[in-house]
């Protein structure tokens, strides 16, 4: 009875527009809200953007942080089973040591002061790489401007992680002009067609009772959220609900991915501790998930249900791979906003970030060691 008293009072909390208003100063839920307008703004301005005819890499990197990083994992996790050469996303200081003449470097970051992404630039730049720039200007930019190199600029205002559509949408048209896939442009629309029916569905306007996001973040609420994806973009979707959990609600959570958990993760819920009895477990699904992936989701779920708090399954929708990667995501982002409010935080602010770059700072400013943007940006 407790429970269900608690569960009524948090969703009367989530259908108070005022009072949810009132915990996001800065509007996060007006960014997230933004989704589909911002990716097509992001559409336009990469075939805007003064991109030359690259001869075919033999590999890719992508180099970004955090929240400038995501939309490359994802990207990556798109195209494994199409690409015809590798995508790797570096996240860190300087290159692989293969990167090289036949290498295309992408550098992503949303302000264009990552220090790591800047090393990396420079790196590359020194081995002779073909190189590109996403950013909204800043020191990559200038160094891009400086040395000839090409970059896509994507507004500026936004946090990095609600900049999404800016770092995910540019990059397939990078990768459509170096002839490593096929025109997304149909994807890219199709997927911008079901964000905005989706967010008829999950913004704040629509009540508890009938918006599926405001029910999984009533789920997640004083527990430990456990988010499951398959291999490729679903596990990558997966992640990114664990990070804006984490950024957004303040609050810890779990993710992984089919088949890897089955070989380590699956036997953590064989005895049942308390903390077990804590976890809220989503599973991500999709339509054309292979029969064995699937088969191992309802054994899985089968061994953990008398375990955890519950299990939730969501079903990714659209037609094409990427509308699907993004109805995933969109339900997530949503997610862990209500669970802010929830937890009657204000999202947008990463205060633990904040100091740590702050930290570092000073440290680099005392002659230690170099600290990077934490914030990803």
């Not at 302000?111 to 020194?126: F, I, M, P, V």
């Not at 009938?210 to 973009?233: C, M, S």
């Not at 079903?315 to 997530?332: I, N, Q, V």
Request: proline share 7%; charged share 20%.
């Amino acid at each position: 009875m407790e429970a269900n008293a608690d569960r009524a009072q948090g969703a009367a909390l989530l259908d108070d527009r005022q009072a949810c208003q009132a915990l996001d100063p800065s509007d996060m839920a007006g960014a997230i809200h933004g989704l589909p307008e911002q990716c097509e703004e992001a559409w336009r301005g990469a075939q805007s953007a003064d991109l030359p005819p690259w001869e075919r890499p033999r590999q890719v990197v992508v180099l970004g942080m955090g929240g400038s990083a995501i939309g490359a994992e994802l990207v990556a996790g798109l195209l494994e089973g199409s690409a015809p050469v590798p995508i790797a996303v570096h996240r860190g200081y300087g290159v692989p040591g293969y990167v090289g003449p036949e290498t295309l470097v992408i550098a992503s970051s949303y302000s264009g002061n990552t220090e790591e992404t800047l090393s990396g630039y420079d790196a590359a730049k020194s081995r002779g790489a073909q190189l590109v720039a996403v950013t909204t200007g800043g020191a990559l930019a200038e160094r891009a401007e400086r040395d000839g190199v090409p970059w896509v600029r994507i507004p500026s205002g936004l946090q990095p992680r609600a900049a999404i559509g800016h770092s995910l949408v540019p990059q397939l048209a990078i990768l459509h002009r170096a002839g490593l896939m096929e025109n997304p442009e149909p994807s890219v629309q199709e997927a911008i067609r079901v964000l905005k029916g989706l967010r008829e569905r999950l913004e704040p306007a629509v009540p508890a009772a009938q918006n599926e996001a405001k029910q999984i973040a009533l789920d997640f609420h004083q527990r430990l959220p456990v988010i499951y994806g398959t291999q490729g973009w679903k596990g990558v979707v997966a992640y990114r609900w664990k990070t804006q959990i984490n950024e957004n609600a303040k609050a810890q959570a779990m993710a992984n991915q089919f088949p890897e958990l089955n070989h380590n993760e699956t036997v953590g819920w064989e005895v049942p501790p308390a903390i077990n009895r804590l976890c809220q477990v989503v599973l991500l699904r999709e339509p054309d998930d292979p029969a064995l992936i699937r088969r191992r989701i309802e054994v899985t779920a089968e061994l953990m249900r008398p375990h955890v708090a519950g299990i939730r399954e969501v079903w990714a929708e659209g037609d094409s791979a990427l509308a699907r990667l993004f109805s995933l995501l969109y339900l997530g982002d949503y997610v862990s906003l209500y669970l802010a409010y929830l937890y009657r935080v204000d999202p947008t602010p990463v205060k633990a970030i904040d100091r740590l770059k702050r930290e570092l700072a000073r440290l680099q400013a005392e002659g230690g060691e170099r600290g990077g943007d934490g914030s990803g940006s």
